[in-house]
Structures are given as C-alpha cells and as structure tokens.
C-alpha cells in the first residue's frame, strides 16, 4: 500500500527530524579537536553517522583531501536518501535543491585549471601541492548511485582539457552564455598577474551561485502557505547574504568598482532591495556594516578581528553562516510538515560538514584550539 500525499509528507517530516538528531553533538566535536592526525578524525568519524560514506576506506591512513571529499558526499547521500518520501512536487524541490553538486564541481573545475595555470606560469605564486583536488563527478557517482548530474555533461566534463572545454560540458544554454563573460577575460587576457585569473574564478563562481540561487528562490517563490514562507526565508535568506558577501569581496580584493559589483548579484530579492545593495556596494567595504543597521543583517559586519585582516576575514565568514544555521534551526520549530524541513536539515548538514572541514584543517596545521570560536559555526558549550 503506497502512501498518499499527506502521509509522504509527514514521512519526510518525521525522517528530516530524525536525520536531524543524529548531527554530531558539542561532544562529539571536543574528542576531535583531541586527535592528533587528520586518520584519528577519519577513525572517530567511522563510529558515527559518517560511519556509512566512510566504509571500506582505510581511515587511519586517510589524506585530508579524501575525507574532505567524503564529508562533502555525504551531504549528497543525505539528500539523495529523502527521495524515497518525497513526493512528485517535493522530489522537484529536491532535485532542484541538489544541483548545488553540479554547481560545485564545475567551481572545482574552473577553480583547479585556474590554479594549474597560475602554477604553470607563475611559479612564485604556487600553492599547496593537493590544488589538483575537487569533486570527481566519476567517483562521486559511484559513492551515491541514485543521484545524476543535471546540468552537466560527465563525458564532455572528464574529458576536458582547457577552461572552455569545461564551460561547454554545461548542458543549460543560458549559464553557459552568462559564463563565457568572464571566461573571455581570461583567454583576452595579456597578463600574467595571478590576481587576474583569481579574479576570474571568483567571477565564475559568482555566476554559479547566482544560477543555483535564483532558480531555487523562484522555486520557493511558487510555494503557498507556511511553506512558502519557511522555504522563502531559509533560501531568500542566503540570497540576501551572497549578495552582500559578493559586493564585499568584489569591491575588497578583485578591484570591482561598486557598479560592477552590483552586476553580479542576484535578481532574486528578499529582505534586501536594490536601494540598499546599492548603498553597500559605495560604501567602503569594510563599513558595509552601517549601511545595514536596522536590517536583521547589521551584526553581520561586526566582528571581532576587525584590526586584523585575517581574523576578520574568518569571522566574516563565520558570522554569515552563524546567520545561516539560526535560520534553519527556526524552521524546524515551526512542527509544520513541508520541504522546508527537508531543506532545513541539508543546511544544517552542509554547515556540520564545514566545521568538519575546519575541524580537519585545524589539527592537521596544529591551530591554536583556543582559537576555535573565531571559526566553527556551532558554538561549542565547552570550548576547549
């Protein structure tokens, strides 16, 4: 016997909360920061709900960029797995929600020839020996085997060669056009200045997102009731603040003058009309934080590491998903069945896994751990 929409509903409901319960508690976070190698995670990792995208991997010998690249597929599995009590509507949502993979492996991409070209030809500039490292669609795949790339050609993607050879494995029309932009500057491009081409990732990157989001935003646009509220704040809500992190990066690092900051950011609006973008993107950028008082954004910009370039930077950071994490904690206490908890959850998931990441990064580089707080989203009621 099948359930009907109501009961696929309450399905989903009670699998988001339940999903929900097994995220890692403030303990579970305190006995990672005591591991002393990035294996010591991976083995603590392989006792919990990471246990299942961890199995049959060798965890105590296990590379930073491998766990990492597991850690972010099981964010993918989680969601792929909600498939199974959605219904036709809400398996659209999901599917539509999940293309946030296709968007990332294609920044890996772009971001991985970027960097192979800054090492290629500027070697002062050379970086970490692991820059090689994204998301393989191939390996991915076969991890979650449910789940299918949407807008991406896997076999054009595998077999490219060149910026360009990337762009065209895109499948939808209008984000391949809107990506050869930027993608003429590069190839225009006479120089051989590695903030050049650093600029033209962030600028790809910025397209991505801004495709993914408006999409999504529309989406939940259509949505009526509590549901289309919910779902209108939990997207709306990183619409506002993309928006705002892109005019501030643009104008503070990639020398974009305030009216091409305000090309790149979204159609989509929520609590932020264009006047006010508009106000932040000629205001210094470090001073973006006046410009937003009286809006639920105005702490964002107060930090802090404010006298420290690089503290300020995280914190910014940090506090952009703090924001993030309040407002997905706020859905699910509304008890009211819809995909807002199903997206909600994947929020919540999908910031978990960042300060796994971090988690990763900190013992691996031997991070103050008293310096914990200026990073993790969650703050953690017994900070070590």
Do not use: C
């Not at 702490?299 to 952009?320: K, M």
């Not at 199903?342 to 580089?365: C, I, Q, S, T, W």
């Amino acid at each position: 016997m099948s359930l009907g929409s109501g009961g696929l509903r309450v399905a989903e409901y009670a699998k988001a909360r339940a999903r929900r319960a097994s995220l890692l508690r403030d303990e579970d976070f305190l006995l990672l920061l005591e591991q002393t190698s990035v294996g010591g995670i991976a083995l603590q990792l392989g006792k919990s709900a990471y246990a299942s995208v961890l199995r049959g991997h060798t965890l105590e010998s296990m590379r930073r960029s491998e766990l990492e690249f597991l850690l972010n597929v099981s964010i993918l599995a989680e969601g792929v797995a909600f498939r199974h009590y959605a219904g036709l509507g809400d398996k659209k949502l999901l599917n539509l929600w999940l293309e946030n993979f296709d968007i990332d492996i294609l920044k890996e991409h772009f971001q991985t020839h970027v960097r192979s070209h800054v090492q290629t030809h500027i070697p002062a500039q050379t970086g970490s020996s692991e820059w090689g490292d994204y998301l393989d669609p191939g390996k991915m795949l076969n991890l979650v085997s449910d789940f299918r790339l949407t807008l991406i050609d896997q076999e054009k993607l595998s077999s490219s060669a060149t910026l360009r050879d990337v762009l065209m494995s895109v499948k939808d029309e209008s984000l391949r056009t809107a990506l050869m932009e930027p993608l003429r500057e590069w190839e225009n491009s006479q120089t051989t200045e590695g903030r050049v081409f650093q600029r033209v990732a962030f600028s790809l990157g910025m397209v991505l997102d801004r495709h993914y989001l408006d999409s999504l935003y529309t989406a939940a646009a259509k949505l009526g009731g509590d549901e289309g509220r919910m779902m209108r704040m939990l997207v709306g809500t990183r619409v506002d603040l993309m928006n705002l992190y892109w005019i501030y990066r643009g104008r503070r690092f990639f020398g974009m003058s305030p009216e091409e900051s305000l090309t790149s950011i979204m159609k989509a609006r929520y609590r932020l009309d264009f006047g006010l973008l508009t106000r932040a993107a000629f205001a210094d950028p470090r001073g973006m934080g006046a410009v937003l008082a009286g809006t639920p954004y105005e702490r964002i910009f107060d930090v802090e590491g404010a006298e420290n370039g690089s503290l300020y930077e995280v914190e910014l950071e940090r506090n952009i998903y703090k924001f993030l994490f309040a407002v997905a904690e706020r859905v699910f206490l509304s008890g009211t069945p819809g995909f807002q908890n199903v997206g909600a959850y994947l929020v919540l998931k999908e910031l978990e896994v960042r300060d796994l990441v971090a988690v990763v990064e900190m013992v691996r580089y031997k991070f103050a751990k008293d310096r914990i707080g200026l990073i993790l989203v969650r703050t953690l009621r017994k900070e070590n």
